[in-house]
């Protein structure tokens, strides 16, 4: 088999793990990696690589993986980020969870601000219970969120995930400047993103299953 799953361990694994990441989401265009990623230069690389790796470093939920093909001297064809939560990792609400200090100050941070709240102020809404990805998920009886572009909602719906809304990223405004309306023609706002859900298990009932805001308004209502 020449494709091998590996956990990745060390920060050396990142410049190769980044590279392949990068090349993939070129074609098509990922416009929400381009909102993480927004300097292209070899700086911008370094950057992101290096910012990454401390975020890994600092989560302890975190687990980078990658995929090698053992055919052409190992090299990375695939990697993900998968978190693992046993308790609620959004308790509390915030406006604005993430700064975007990776991109320019003034309006072009404003612009890049403006979205990630309305990316990850998604997942306070729709995510706050715990959750990971599927093999943990099995072992530990949990859900497993996700968020997918259009590509890769075909991928997750495969592995047993359904669809479970669309998040859209808004950035039209009233007396926007020229920098602003720049921006929106670059990053081709709107974007959307699709919610992806496995219940715990995978006990999936076409008609019967609840979404889990849909269970959680149901029981505010009981508690009234």
């Known amino acids: 088999m020449p494709l091998q799953l590996h956990r ?3 920060d050396g694994e990142f410049n190769e793990i980044v590279q392949c990441i990068c090349e993939s989401y ?3 265009v990922n416009r929400i990696w ?3 990623r927004h300097d292209p230069s070899p700086a911008g690389f370094i950057e992101l690589r290096d910012r990454l790796i401390r975020e890994f470093r600092a989560d302890p939920t975190a687990c980078w993986l990658k995929v090698v093909d053992t055919e052409i001297g190992n090299k990375v064809v695939g ?5 693992t939560y046993t308790e609620n990792p959004y308790p509390i609400y915030k406006d604005h969870p993430m700064e ?3 991109w320019p100050e003034g309006e072009p941070r404003k612009f890049a601000n403006h979205l990630l709240d309305q990316f990850i102020g998604d997942r306070y809404k729709k995510m706050a219970r715990p959750h990971m990805c599927v093999e943990e998920a099995n072992r530990l009886n949990l859900e497993t969120f996700i968020e997918a572009t259009d590509l890769g909602k075909l991928t997750y719906e495969a592995c047993g995930l359904v669809y479970a809304g669309t998040n ?3 950035t039209a405004k009233r007396n926007a400047s020229p920098a602003w309306k720049g921006l929106e023609r670059d990053m ?6 699709y919610r992806m859900w496995r219940p715990a298990g995978g006990r999936w009932v076409e008609g019967k299953t609840q979404l889990p805001w849909e269970k959680d308004q149901e029981d505010g209502k009981k508690d009234q």
Do not use: D
């Open 8 to 10: 990745v361990s060390s």
């Open 168 to 170: 859209y990223l808004e």
């Open 188 to 193: 081709q706002t709107p974007i959307h993103m």
């Open 79 to 83: 990697a993900a980020l998968w978190n």
């Open 26 to 28: 070129a074609t098509p």
């Open 100 to 102: 975007a200090y990776w």
């Open 34 to 36: 381009r909102l993480f």
